[in-house]
Every structure is written in structure tokens, then in C-alpha cells.
């Protein structure tokens, strides 16, 4: 057993789903004492203690004492996750006043702040996980087989990503490997099970590549429409447009319908009647009747004074068609301003193609939308209680936002399912989500549907037994990425394929000095505003501004407590 001297000491602060899936990664690793700060709570006890890590209740996480019993003076660094980013940042700064040495690791919502606060803090680093996590919600509505998105460089790089593909299908099939970079303009990472083939390589027809680059290109060779596993049968088509017919039938309002019915028949009745007094045509007697309802009254035709039956027939008529018509009137108005109301509130049916429906306008629906607008793609916005911003945006952008429940029938209809792109369920409930992929799938079986689930272990159930296999865990994305920047700055989260681990690096010529781990490969650079697939990155040539994107093999450091413990400390110098 290590000397508890020797380990590795790790603070978390926070008690929800993030914080026990970084304590589950972090308690992977060798030689890592990780501790859990957060108040008291039984159950979080137990599953904090079950990952390995030390739970320790405070009343007040973001206290000096509270963080002096987790051992702050003696921790490398601190992850303050929790969802109130004040307690977060004064959790951090009472462990910087305690251990000067310590890094900063922060969760925070605001993007904005986030960039300040690593710019002005040393040792720190800031991430959003609604940011984090939002790249791969949209890269994968793009294209379904895009399995995790990034912005590179952050924070206003373009939106890439990784994804599998079949050499035949991409018509790179018997190419080489340089050959086909050039045609899917995307970097080979993996073929099968090689990782960073040669560049004369040649792909056999069936090869399974992994590829890298903006999301964009990768659309380029995406399938359009993916073979639905389960194809929806005719019989079963035909049902849903029946209902949708029925429900168009049933919209229609009932007491309307009956005033319609009751002033036809008094129309009908008095028309027969006075057709028979007059004795004249049918047109006469239906223009008196019609005169005499309206009370119009052009005294042209009148009923005779001296027959009370006459009489008491026209009053009736008068009667009646004062009532109804005031009743129509009644009716109508509120008819119009329910159409006006409906208007303000965004539900209409949309006629847009090729569009992706987003469902969910929280933080990171307003973040996947912010990554869609940026590359132009069109959007439907469902949302049930949108703020003004999202309002204003939606006004400003040109993009339908509809105010509405996306889980009901009568939302989803409106927004021409049948020729969307794809839909990407973001709200904050889970089986909420799940139930608004069920229905949309019912309406266009063969759409890609993205979904957030909170609970990885939840997450990965739906996507099996479901088929949705673009489910995603927040908290899943944003773990890996925060226990590699409780090491290092430049981490971006972690990929595998080819049945290993790799972590995403963000390089600039800061890191010049350190020198890449064994099997270290590397995929990209951003030279000023110029991104570019890249085989080997010469760190000398870097600008200020210039950013190299890495994967770092983790099977070492899962291994080898001195690997990791090597990879704090400064390695060889480049030069």
C-alpha cells in the first residue's frame, strides 16, 4: 500500500453528478488520493466512497475550515465543480490563500468570466461544461456518425470533430491514406486498429477509419439519410396521418360548429316558410329571411300585419339572427386574438427544409444554437419558457422559436419533421428528452435524433435499448476533460478508438519546453486564423497565437504512477 506521504492529493468540491464522475476518473489513476467536499449527504457518501475517493461533509464547502479538513495544504490541485459559480471561485480562492502552490480547477457558466478569470489567475484553468459539452451535441446532429465535437482552437475556433467512416462508403476506397485525406479534406487518425497510419498506406474498401476535421468538411462525406434499424411500416405511417387528420378535424370549435348548424337551420326553415306566404321564388323568400336576420330590413318585402303567424315568425328570425350574429362576433374576436396570442408565442407550423430542430434553450441549447448559427445552418428552436435574450436572438437571426412543450404531439407536428436534418433533444429532464426522441422518431423514422442524458450509466441504457446512439452525458464529456486539466492547461477532453484511450491536448508555444509523450499524435494546427490538418508538428515554428491539437495515449499514465508523476515535471527542451 502507498505511503499516504507519497500520494497525489486532489480536492473536489461539489456534490452532483460531475463531481463523483471526475472522483470515478481521477480514482483510476495511480497514486491519487482524491477527496470529495461537500455537505452533508448520506447517499453521496456512500457513492463517493464506492469510487474510492474520501468523502468529507462541511456545512459550508467554500470554508477555510471545511478545506483544511480536506487537506488543502498538502493537494496539488482543487476542482471547484459545483453548480453556484460564487461558491465555486470563493472555494478556490480560500485554497489558493492556504496553498499558494495549488492549481485551480473551475466550473463555471459564465463564458465570458471564464476567459477573465484564466487570464488574470495564475495556474488556473475555467471550464463551461454547457461550452464543453455543446460541441458534441451539435457536431453529432451534423453528422451522426461524429462521435465528439470541439471548438479548436478555443475559445473561438472552428467547430470540429472526430467520426467513423467506411472507406468504400467515401469513395476512398484502394486510396492511400494521403490520397484520401485529400478528397474528405480531414486527417486519417486510425485505420482499424492503427493508430496514425502511414501516409502510403493503401485502404482496403472496408476499412474503418477514424477521421478528423472542421464539421463542415466531415458533413461533405456524412451519409445524408442513415438506414433507420427500425423501419417504420405502412400501416404505421398511414395510423399517424390519420390522427394528424383527426386532430386537424378536431381543432375546429365546437360551439361554432353548433351556431353554424343552428343559424342553417333557421335559415333553412324560415326560407321554406316564407317561400309559402309569399308565394313568389325561393331567392325572394331566402333574401327576406336573410334581411330580417341581419336586421338589415329594407321594408321591400314584409310580412303581412294582419296574420300574427306572419309576425311572430319575422320576430323570431329577428331574434334569432340578432343572438347568433352576436354570438359569432363573440366568437370570432376571441378566435382572432387566440391566432394573434399564438403568433406572439411562436407556435406556427414551420416550412422550413433541411432544418435542425433544437429542444431545449438553456445553457446548452444556447450554446449548441450559437455553434449551428455559426455555420449557417437553419434552425427550429422549441423551447417551453424562453427568455428575452433567446427572444431578441431569435429576431435578430432568423430562426423559428417555437414557445411550447416539445414532448406534445400538437409541437412536434408544427415543425415539418418530415424534411428536418436532424433533432437534438436539450431540456433539463431526462425522460423529458426521451420522450421527445420517441415522438419525433415516430414522424420521420430515418432522422438522426441527438439526446442529453444527465447519468452516463443512464445514458449508455437508452442509447442500447433505444437505439439512440447519440446519447451523451454532460457530465461524461466534461469529466475526462477536468481530470486532464487538474494536470496541465491544455486539456480538451478525452477520445477513444482502435480499443484505446486518448487524451485531446491543446498546444501553443508555451509548451515548447515539454516534450511529447511516446505515441503522441498529431492531428491539427491553427496558424492565425488558418486551420489545417497536420502529421507532425514542429513546436519551434509555433507563433504567439499558433495552436497544435495532440492525442497523448492515456494507457501510461493508467499504468505507471511515475509516468504521471513525469509528466508535471518539465521534460527536454525542443531546442
Known amino acids: 500500500m502507498a505511503d499516504p506521504e507519497d500520494l497525489v492529493i486532489i480536492i473536489i468540491v461539489g456534490g452532483g453528478q460531475i463531481a463523483l464522475s471526475t472522483a470515478q476518473e481521477l480514482c483510476g489513476l495511480p497514486g ?31 470554508s477555510s475550515e471545511g478545506l483544511e479538513r480536506a487537506g488543502v495544504r498538502r493537494a496539488i490541485t482543487i476542482l471547484a465543480l459545483s453548480p453556484d459559480d460564487q461558491l465555486n471561485l470563493h472555494a478556490a480562492l480560500l485554497a489558493r490563500d492556504a ?6 480547477v473551475l466550473r463555471q457558466f459564465n463564458r465570458t468570466l471564464a476567459q477573465k478569470l484564466e487570464q488574470n489567475l495564475a495556474n488556473c ?69 492503427v493508430i496514425d497510419p502511414a501516409r502510403d498506406a493503401v485502404l482496403p474498401d472496408g476499412a474503418e477509419l477514424i477521421i478528423y476535421g472542421e464539421i463542415t468538411r466531415l458533413e461533405d462525406s456524412a451519409s445524408r439519410r442513415p438506414i433507420p434499424r427500425r423501419r417504420a411500416a405502412l400501416a404505421t405511417r398511414l395510423r399517424l396521418r390519420g390522427r394528424r387528420s383527426r386532430r386537424r378535424l378536431t381543432r375546429l370549435n365546437p360551439i361554432l360548429a353548433r351556431l353554424a348548424v343552428a343559424t342553417l337551420a333557421f335559415l333553412l326553415v324560415g326560407a321554406a316558410y316564407f317561400h309559402s306566404v309569399f308565394g313568389g321564388s325561393w331567392l325572394d323568400a331566402v333574401y327576406f329571411v336573410i334581411t330580417t336576420m341581419t336586421t338589415t330590413g329594407y321594408g321591400d318585402l314584409t310580412p303581412d300585419r294582419g296574420d300574427p303567424v306572419e309576425v311572430v315568425a319575422a320576430m323570431v328570425l329577428m331574434l334569432a339572427g340578432i343572438t347568433l350574429t352576436g354570438l359569432f362576433i363573440a366568437f370570432g374576436a376571441s378566435l382572432l386574438t387566440r391566432v394573434h396570442w399564438v403568433k406572439l408565442q411562436g407556435l406556427r407550423p414551420v416550412y422550413r427544409r433541411g432544418h435542425i430542430v433544437v429542444c431545449g434553450g438553456g445553457s446548452i441549447g444556447t450554446s449548441v444554437i450559437d455553434l449551428l448559427f455559426g455555420i449557417g445552418k437553419r434552425l427550429v428552436v422549441i423551447e417551453q419558457d424562453p427568455d428575452t435574450s433567446l427572444v431578441e436572438r431569435a429576431r435578430e437571426q432568423r430562426f423559428d422559436l417555437l414557445t411550447g412543450d416539445a414532448s406534445r404531439d400538437s409541437t412536434l407536428d408544427l415543425c415539418h419533421l418530415d424534411a428536418a436534418h436532424s433533432l437534438i433533444a436539450l431540456t433539463n429532464v431526462d425522460t423529458l428528452n426521451l420522450e421527445i426522441a420517441l415522438g419525433a422518431r415516430a414522424r420521420n423514422p430515418t432522422m438522426p435524433i441527438v439526446l442529453r442524458i444527465a447519468e452516463a450509466s443512464f445514458a449508455q441504457s437508452i442509447a442500447r435499448h433505444f437505439e439512440f446512439d447519440t446519447t451523451y452525458s454532460a457530465a461524461a464529456l466534461a469529466a475526462p476533460a477536468l481530470v486532464g486539466l487538474s494536470r496541465h492547461s491544455g486539456s480538451r477532453g478525452r477520445v477513444s478508438f482502435g480499443r484505446r484511450e486518448f487524451e485531446i491536448a491543446e498546444l501553443g508555444i508555451e509548451d515548447r519546453a515539454q516534450a511529447l509523450p511516446a505515441g503522441a499524435v498529431s492531428i491539427a494546427t491553427s496558424r492565425g486564423s488558418d486551420f489545417e490538418i497536420a502529421h507532425d508538428v514542429d513546436y519551434r515554428t509555433l507563433g504567439a497565437d499558433d495552436r497544435a491539437l495532440v492525442l497523448i495515449p492515456l494507457a501510461p499514465f493508467r499504468e505507471d504512477e511515475g509516468t504521471l508523476v513525469a509528466a508535471k515535471e518539465p521534460a527536454a527542451n525542443l531546442d
Open 32 to 62: 491519487h488520493h482524491v477527496v470529495v467536499l461537500w455537505r452533508r449527504d448520506p447517499d453521496l457518501a456512500r457513492a463517493v466512497e464506492g469510487a474510492g475517493a474520501v468523502f468529507v461533509a462541511a456545512a459550508r464547502p467554500d
Open 99 to 104: 496553498n499558494p502552490r495549488i492549481r485551480i
Open 125 to 193: 484553468s475555467v471550464l463551461s461544461l454547457a461550452w464543453h459539452s455543446a460541441a458534441t451535441y451539435a457536431a453529432a446532429a451534423i453528422d451522426p456518425a461524429c462521435f465528439r465535437g470541439l471548438q479548436f482552437p478555443q475559445p473561438e475556433g472552428p467547430l470540429t470533430g472526430f467520426a467513423a467512416r467506411i472507406a468504400e462508403d467515401c469513395s476512398v476506397g484502394e486510396c492511400t491514406v494521403a490520397q484520401a485525406e485529400r478528397v474528405l479534406a480531414a486527417r486519417i487518425v486510425a485505420v482499424d486498429d
